[in-house]
């Protein structure tokens, strides 16, 4: 089933169960505490927390949503893009638990040919919170047997803000891919061989002293229950397609194709290459669809994270053996299959292209001058007797070059000495934690994700945030 097609079954079916379809907001996100809309939800917290009486009771909508927290992933697990669409349901103090578990089973298992996603019930599995033993029953009733309900805590399966305000239970339906893909023993064992689809977010109790995400107080139950779900569209079209990955399925593949092509490798013959060409296929769309959206590459903001992408996908190219320009034989290929679904790349693709082809030429040039500082910084090095390039430098290369740490890891060897990463990395941490004091600093509104904004991108680990849509990153 075609990613198109599993999309349109989503919104057909829910505006069949009353719900107003409500197109893509943008990736840049409209909520000043958030720099991308990072879930299907973002775009409707006004409605959520109640600010705004929403316009409509249900809502449903295939968003496009960016994830920079879940960058290290992409290629290594078989489910995370930066870029990925989420298919959601909303009610505004409509329906809540019974309804949004029936609808998500309904929509799941019907057969193809009536118009469903037909999964096989068999291989579903579904986990609630702790005490959620509403959630628990509803599953058993449609049909879910006690051994595949599993039941998570807090750091799983609570949504809150980090805020005194809303919260509630979540209920996550996973598919088992089968006993190739890992042991036994439902998701709490192995998220690789039981992959998340769908989340479903219960928005049912008033918090106060919210001390952590996972330490606060339940006051009293909202007057107003709200449903927040997310499927993840890739997940669900490449279990459906047949493929092992979400980078392999007909809205990302032609890229990788194309990147296989152009390196002259074969997809599939070597797993860090694999990897390699995993990341190209998925960050190349990520440029596409931010540039699609108005960001161009800049040094701060949404607009670092673009540089950032074409810059690990241009990497990832060279590493492939591929010198030449990329992005003027890759981004094409990703225009072509996400056209289908957003018509408006196509027409505005002469410039989309401009921009992306300026910043691949831009990084060349960049690659071009860093290079020579670090062979005199090499030359320099042995001179003195010394084989280990210091962290100072490492960072300087980084830091004032946008040398990539890997890069200057890959040609040390090469050129026979190594790097005092734990120098190098102790350099970055510094400059982490003053850019954390920097935006504490600036901390605006009621929702702090500026500690988030502003490390992760220059973070190699990935870091805890706390913030309103952390719960939606992490549930
Ligand atoms: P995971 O635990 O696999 O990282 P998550 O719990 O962070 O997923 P949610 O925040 O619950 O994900 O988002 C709702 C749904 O969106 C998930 O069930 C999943 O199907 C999809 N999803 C989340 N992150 C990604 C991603 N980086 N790429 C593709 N799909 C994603
Ligand atoms: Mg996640
Ligand atoms: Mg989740
Ligand atoms: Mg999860």
Redesign the pocket.
């Known amino acids: 089933m075609q990613t198109a097609e599993i999309r349109r079954r989503w919104l057909d079916f829910f505006e069949r169960k009353g719900h107003t379809v409500v197109p893509s907001a943008s990736l840049v996100s409209t909520d000043p505490s958030l720099m991308f809309t990072v879930?299907g939800m973002v775009p409707f917290i006004p409605y959520l927390t109640a600010q705004v009486p929403a316009p409509y009771k249900r809502a449903t909508s295939v968003q496009k949503c960016l994830?920079t927290l879940?960058i290290e992933?992409v290629g290594k697990t078989t489910?995370?893009?930066t870029f990925?669409q989420?298919n959601g349901n909303f009610s505004f103090g409509d329906y809540f638990k019974a309804e949004a578990i029936a609808f998500a089973w309904e929509l799941l298992t019907t057969p193809e040919a009536d118009g469903g996603l037909g999964f096989d019930p068999e291989r579903l599995w579904t986990t609630v919170y702790l005490d959620d033993d509403e959630a628990f029953r509803l599953w058993r009733e449609i049909g879910m047997p006690a051994e595949r309900i599993q039941r998570r805590g807090k750091k799983d399966n609570y949504w809150n803000t980090g805020q005194p305000g809303p919260g509630g239970p979540c209920s996550?339906i996973y598919f088992d891919r089968g006993p190739e893909h890992g042991a036994e023993g439902g998701p709490e064992a192995d998220?690789d061989r039981y992959i998340?689809?769908?989340?479903l977010v219960f928005m049912q109790y008033q918090l106060s002293a919210v001390r952590s995400k996972t330490d606060f107080d339940v006051t009293g139950e909202l007057p107003a229950k709200n449903i927040d779900t997310?499927?993840?569209l890739?997940?669900v079209a490449f279990l459906k397609q047949g493929v092992d990955n979400?980078y392999e399925i007909d809205e990302v593949r032609p890229v990788l194709d194309y990147a296989a092509l152009a390196a002259e490798k074969e997809y599939g013959a070597n797993h860090d290459d694999d990897v390699r060409m995993r990341v190209v296929a998925d960050h190349v769309r990520s440029a596409l669809m931010l540039i699609g959206d108005g960001v161009t590459p800049g040094n701060e903001g949404a607009g670092y994270v673009l540089r950032r992408l074409i810059r690990r996908a241009v990497r990832a190219m060279r590493l492939l053996g591929f010198e030449d320009e990329a992005l003027p034989i890759l981004l094409p290929a990703s225009m072509e299959v996400m056209s289908a679904s957003y018509p408006e790349l196509r027409t505005d693709f002469e410039r989309i292209s401009r921009v992306a082809y300026a910043e691949e030429q831009a990084f060349r040039r960049t690659l071009v001058s860093g290079t020579t500082i670090f062979e005199t910084a090499v030359a320099q090095t042995k001179a003195a007797g010394g084989a280990t390039l210091s962290g100072e430098r490492a960072f300087a290369l980084h830091d004032t070059y946008g040398f990539p740490i890997d890069l200057t890891l890959e040609m040390a060897a090469e050129a026979g000495v190594t790097v005092d990463e734990a120098g190098f990395r102790t350099l970055m941490a510094e400059q982490v934690g003053r850019a954390k004091a920097d935006a504490k600093a600036k901390k605006t509104g009621g929702v702090d994700l500026t500690v988030y904004r502003s490390t992760l991108e220059t973070l190699p680990a990935p870091v805890e945030f706390t913030g309103y849509v952390d719960a939606?990153?992490?549930?």
């Not at 939606?472 to 549930?475: D, L, R, S, V």
Request: charged residues 40%; aromatic residues 8%.
């Open positions: 879930a994830r879940d992933e489910r995370h893009g990925f989420m996550e998220e998340e689809i769908w989340n997310g499927m993840g890739e997940r979400m939606q990153n992490e549930a």
